[in-house]
């Protein structure tokens, strides 16, 4: 059963000298597509790169132990935003946590971004560092953080990583990749965030760019911030090709527009990557990882929702389109499943993140 290496044993044994990418997880490895680094580790296997994932780090050594990546480390927090999954919405520490052998809280660092790539920073001076998942995707513009009960800048600006993915990133993450490889810049990828101490160049091109209120204004402004949240709300459709400026203290931040969704082919391929739908024996090890049982038989037969709740963030990640899966390919998935010695008769679910709209996109529907 071969999982991507997370340990220099592992390394070793499979005779790699240097990891092209190495993920960087709040949540212990589970080798599963409903768990974000393993979706993008497998894609970036299937396309050739050699691909580490280092999961729920505590202090230096952990972050060095697969060496220095040759393109580039992600980071994310995991599933959840590390304040979601530490805290209750009263700001109670939680003491239980699905994601984490053994299902202690005792892992996952109060926002496990900025740590996490603190940790890499030390480690590794120089090295490439791409932030994304949750947490990161839902904070990149200036945000309001309950847990500290202020107006919080862009994660970019507070962990000083050096891009920030949003949205679903597998496309994003891909071409990252692909033009650090070709020693290429990475700036102009859609999906993505980056920061500017100048807009010459940006505006000047056929880039159609909206500027939202400054860090300054929404702290000092509800109104401001309600434009600016409205403003970022409406421009995840993909098709309106709108730069987001937004001014925090003397520097930009750049969010060209969302990544096209996936086709049907796309999502059918990633799906039936060779997940081997387990944790990952070093992290078993040390406990049951709680957050397997509920997905291990369950399928993934759609990805968007058109509702565009305004209390939710869904449409800000996944956007509001809908892309549903092949017949063919979900049931090719059900036979693999039916082949695992711990199947014992039940697909647990059939779906998407929310109600059922599989099949639902408008074929005309331009935006
Ligand atoms: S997932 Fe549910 S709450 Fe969220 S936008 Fe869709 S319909 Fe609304």
Known sequence: MNFLPTTFDELKGANIKQLDIIFVTGDAYVDHPSFGVALLGRLLESKGYKVGIIAQPMNIEDVKRLGRPRLFFGVASGNVDSMVANYTASRKKRRSDDYTPGGINNRRPDRAVIQYVNLIRQAFKDVVVVIGGIEASL????????????????????????????????????????????????????????????????ENGSNKSLHVPSYEEV?????????????????????????????????????????????????????????????????????????????????????????????????????????????????????????????????????????????????????
Request: glycine share 8%; proline share 4%.
């Open 139 to 202: 904070r990149r513009f200036a945000h309001y953080d309950w847990w500290s009960d202020k107006v919080r800048k862009s994660i970019l600006l507070d962990s000083k990583a050096d891009i920030l993915v949003y949205g679903m990133g597998e496309t994003a993450t891909v071409e990252i990749a692909k033009r650090l490889e070709s020693g290429q810049s990475i700036d102009g990828i859609r999906g993505t965030v980056v920061w500017k101490s100048s807009l010459n160049g940006l």
């Open 219 to 367: 702290c000092t402004d509800t109104d401001a911030y309600g434009r600016m949240y409205k403003d970022v709300s409406l421009m995840t459709d993909p098709f309106k090709e709108i730069v987001i400026i937004q001014k925090q203290d003397n520097r930009y931040v750049v969010q060209y527009p969302p990544a096209f969704p996936l086709g049907q082919n796309e999502l059918d391929e990633l799906y039936l990557l060779p997940y081997t739908r387990r944790v990952h024996p070093f992290y078993e090890a040390q406990g049951n990882v709680k957050a397997i049982e509920t997905v291990r038989f369950s399928i993934t037969s759609v990805r968007g929702c058109f509702g565009n709740c305004a209390f939710c963030a869904l449409s800000n990640h996944q956007t509001t389109h809908i892309v549903s899966r092949s017949e063919e390919s979900i049931l090719e998935e059900v036979r693999r499943l039916t082949k695992m010695p711990e199947f014992r008769g039940t697909i647990t679910d059939v779906g998407g993140p929310t109600a059922n709209m599989y099949g639902s996109e408008c074929d005309v529907r331009q935006s």
